[in-house]
Nanobody
Framework: QVQMVESGGGLVQAGGSLRLSCAAS????????MGWFRQAPGYEREFVAR????????YYADSVKGRFTISRDNAKNTVSLQMNTLKPEDTAVYYC??????????????????WGQGTQVTVSS
């Protein structure tokens, strides 16, 4: 069984920064891509960013482009999300996820096999 554990959430003022981390452990697996999603109360889970394993290709939601940076360490099976210039609308539970199948795109949460339990990010105005 694969476990994914997020850390780094918290409360921050608007304009501040947070860094989320996610570590995968358990049964050895090779993910094709790892991503971050978020879900605010009353809203569906939405894509934030993803990074592929082989070449480290990244892709971001328009709402976070230029403010968030995703990175990964394949040797450690970890993925991080550096969040800068945070806004109140970034407030949500953030989830990391991994996908083990090749697709043309990776923004659909249904494509991901493994999920973390989520970490709360709250941005005050």
């Amino acid at each position: 069984q694969v476990q994914m554990v997020e850390s780094g959430g918290g409360l921050v003022q608007a304009g501040g920064s947070l860094r989320l981390s996610c570590a995968a452990s358990g049964r050895t697996f090779s993910s094709v891509a790892m991503g971050w999603f978020r879900q605010a109360p009353g809203y569906e889970r939405e894509f934030v960013a993803r990074i592929t394993r082989n070449v480290g290709n990244t892709y971001y939601a328009d709402s976070v482009k230029g403010r968030f940076t995703i990175s990964r360490d394949n040797a450690k099976n970890t993925v991080s999300l550096q969040m800068n210039t945070l806004k109140p609308e970034d407030t949500a539970v953030y989830y990391c996820a991994a996908v083990t199948v090749y697709y043309s795109t990776y923004e659909d949460p249904k494509k991901y096999n493994y999920w973390g339990q989520g970490t709360q990010v709250t941005v005050s105005s």
